[in-house]
């Protein structure tokens, strides 16, 4: 697996893994402004992908690499990947490339009485890379609950 930012090329690649969560998300592969999402965060050279061998998306990332307080945008594994380590390759890659301490790393995910948050596993996720739960934020556009969880950098 390699870990490099994404290019134009891979746009299609961001759809099909938009594709795979958007029973937990909402509509994203048609929507104007996640396609604007992805070119902007590609433009700025502050989206990432894991890719195989054989040249296979198995991840994705869009990163706000603001100081102080860095933001993961979007995360999304290939299903068939998950549970591999291509989401905490991801992290790591821009944690590296993109972080400055000190500050702080926030995601929004699932709430913890969402139907995806057990299922998806991103909560175990993020608190194994040191993340840990914090307020409450904005439902998702399906209407389930969200959390943002922050980790502290130094």
Do not use: N
Not at 79 to 94: H, I, N, S, T
Request: hydrophobic share 45%.
């Amino acid at each position: 697996m390699i870990v490099r930012l994404a290019r134009e090329q891979d746009f299609a690649g961001f759809l099909g893994l938009a594709a795979q969560v958007e029973h937990w998300f909402g509509p994203m592969v048609g929507d104007p402004g996640f396609h604007s999402a992805v070119d902007k965060h590609i433009g700025r050279s502050a989206a990432l992908v894991a890719v195989s061998s054989c040249s296979d998306l198995l991840g994705g990332l869009l990163f706000g690499a603001k100081e102080p307080t860095y933001h993961v945008h979007w995360l999304v594994v290939s299903e068939k990947e998950r549970g591999k380590g291509v989401g905490r390759a991801l992290m790591v890659d821009a944690t590296r490339r993109f972080v400055r301490g000190p500050g702080s790393i926030e995601v929004v995910t699932f709430g913890a009485d969402h139907p995806g948050a057990v299922v998806s596993g991103a909560r175990v996720f993020y608190e194994c890379l040191g993340f840990a739960p914090a307020e409450a934020a904005d439902p998702g556009p399906e209407g389930g609950s969200r959390q943002v969880y922050r980790r502290v950098v130094t």
